[in-house]
């Protein structure tokens, strides 16, 4: 029996780019196998999914979730600095400020 293939898309984005790798793959792929496939660890070196998060569609997954048609694998990097402590620094410029 033949394998059915679905489209997916693999991301990643750096501060200064964005990449989107279309990929045709056998139903049952896993996300992790997808991103093997899309070439994006040979071009982005940085990325360790040991310590990078992935996700479909903003939602953070496991590297052994199945893919469904149409789903899109984002490549999480880490964060540089605390959310709370960004706006904490935002709020403390603008009290500066004012």
Request: glycine share 4%; no cysteine; aromatic share 4%.
């Amino acid at each position: 029996m033949e394998q059915q293939a679905i489209l997916i898309e693999v991301a990643y984005a750096t501060p200064e780019q964005q990449r989107i790798n279309t990929l045709e793959v056998d139903a049952g792929t896993t996300v992790k196998q997808a991103i093997l496939r899309s070439d994006m660890l040979d071009d982005y070196p940085e990325i360790d999914l040991s310590i990078n998060k992935v996700g479909i569609f903003g939602e953070i997954v496991l590297l052994n979730t199945i893919l469904h048609e149409g789903d899109r694998v984002e490549i999480y990097r880490p964060l540089q600095i605390d959310p709370r402590a960004a706006r904490m620094k935002k709020v403390q410029e603008s009290i500066k400020k004012a």
